[in-house]
């Protein structure tokens, strides 16, 4: 009877330890937050310029030629390309996990055993064959193959294979964003070259105004009419905007290495239409929804995947608290003797066995696992949250900028009409002495600002449909 308690209570303490070792920590959880709001500007419309295609979105055939070469040679998203695969072959790794691995031996080795020893004691009393002993030194040759597996239990194996795809698509949906930042940045290097160009032109065309008005300038101090100051300030005005030609040639330079390196390539000419650039009429831009920013960016599936591994990882880490069953086989032959190896059955042997094992005393190391776990989940709930948030915001601000770019060209476009007209007005008053050389000279100062300001206002209106079509999510299609 005192036996049977005695059983009992070691079962009970069983049972409880069992229970305690498979007991998992508590945690704080957070769902992720998908609300968005209902649209920009309190518009209902869906059209999305997301959808449109970045070889229609983009007119001008050599900046599509441009996009192209970037996309066949970016060393970046060559890279990128490269995690995809490394991806894809941890779900091979994960997946080959779930599948028994089989593997071979072959051996050979001498045995000595003590003859004071059960087995020596047992080999001396043993003849192999009628009147040959067992030899002292005995060979051991064996050949066979073996087997392990995991049973699945807890989907421990299988969620890990889940993770594995879930990361895989992330990848993807990296190459994705890396090809939309591409587009939009070789674009808006093409546009800033295009704006240096026309620059480039204007400041050409006013040196050669100020050359005419320093000539004047000369004439005019000839006949006393002006002083050497004069003539003095209008060349000093003519070197300073030739300086800013030279300054302009070396930002065209850098333009074009900048596009040549995300083209990857070594420096050369890029090809362009130097063309009226103040004509380009930026294409028109469909927001959408808010909410289908979460189906068009790249960045927000990629951290919504990123968050989705991440709860996979929790409930594999979750599965290191519960035992886990292992069957291991072994067949093959085994002999002292290579010329008794292949004997059936003498020499066959073989093996089948089951293991349950799990953690019990000291689950520390496991413990850290699964809060680390945890605390990554939060981590790319938070990341999710922020990359919805930021691609909103994108949004919102380029839609402004679009709207405000539009009222600052139209007010610079008729101030570089007035000041274009003050210079005659102003030439006109000098030579009739109802005007100074110094009206003059800041008349021609301001007329050339003004239609450099003209100019940087049509290419950051440029720039800003790029990335607006950025923003929603466009251009990797």
């Given at each position: 009877?005192?036996r ?29 937050n ?15 310029t ?39 072959n ?19 080795g ?5 003859r ?17 002993e ?6 051991d ?55 240096l160009d ?5 400041v ?10 320093l000539e ?11 002083t ?6 209008f ?65 927000i ?26 069957i ?17 059955p ?15 005393i ?20 938070f990341?999710?949250e ?51 050389y ?34 929603l ?5």
């Open positions: 009877m005192f049977k308690d005695i059983y009992k209570y070691v079962g009970l303490v069983l049972i409880c330890t069992a229970y305690s070792a498979c007991k998992v920590p508590e945690f704080a959880q957070r769902n992720e998908k609300n968005v709001p209902a649209g920009f500007n309190n518009s209902q419309d869906s059209t999305n997301a959808k449109v295609q970045w070889r229609q979105f983009f007119t001008d055939p050599n900046l599509v030629s441009l996009i192209d070469t970037a996309l066949k040679n970016n060393q970046e998203l060559n890279v990128t390309l490269q995690e995809i695969e490394i991806a894809k941890e779900i091979k790794a994960r997946k080959g996990e779930l599948l028994p691995t089989v593997g071979y031996r072959v051996g050979a001498l045995e000595k055993v003590g004071y020893t059960s087995s020596g004691a047992g080999d001396a009393s043993t003849d192999i064959t009628p009147g040959k067992v030899p002292d030194v005995l060979p040759y064996a050949f066979g193959l073996q087997a392990n597996w995991e049973a699945d239990i807890w989907h421990k194996l299988r969620n890990s294979k889940k993770a594995a795809v879930s990361r895989y698509l992330s990848t993807v949906e990296g190459k994705n964003f890396v090809v939309t930042n591409l587009v939009a940045e070789v674009a808006n290097s093409y546009y800033e070259l295009l704006a026309n620059q480039l032109a204007i050409k065309q006013n040196i050669a105004l100020q050359s005419n008005a004047l300038m000369r004439i005019q101090k000839q006949a006393t009419r002006v050497e100051l004069a003539v003095r300030k060349e000093a005005e003519v070197l300073n905007s030739k300086s800013l030609e030279f300054d302009i040639q070396q930002n065209i330079t850098e333009s074009e290495n900048k596009i040549n390196f995300l083209l990857g390539r070594y420096p050369q000419t890029i090809l362009r239409d130097k063309g009226s650039f103040t004509d380009l009429v930026p294409p028109t831009v469909q927001v959408g929804l808010p909410s289908q920013l979460l189906a068009n960016r790249p960045d599936k990629q951290a919504e995947l990123d968050l989705a591994a991440a709860k996979l990882d929790v409930n594999v880490a979750k599965a290191q608290f519960y035992p886990s069953l292992g291991s086989a072994t067949i093959g032959y085994q002999a002292f003797n290579p010329s008794y190896l292949l004997r059936t003498e020499s066959l042997a073989y093996s089948l066995a089951g293991d349950l094992a799990g953690p019990l000291n689950r520390n190391a496991i413990k850290a696992e699964y809060l680390t776990a945890n605390s990554k989940q939060l981590q790319a709930v990341n999710y922020k990359t919805i948030l930021n691609g909103y915001i994108e949004v919102a601000n380029q839609l402004s900028n679009i709207t405000n770019l539009q009222k600052s060209y139209d007010l610079k476009s008729k101030q570089v009409v007035a000041l274009t007209q003050s210079i005659d007005i102003s030439n006109d008053l000098f030579k009739a002495a109802r005007a100074d110094f009206e003059v000279l800041m008349t021609q100062r301001d007329a050339l600002q003004s239609k450099l300001e003209l100019i940087e206002t049509k290419k950051q209106q440029l720039n800003a449909v790029v990335n607006i079509y950025h923003a999510g466009g251009g990797w299609n």
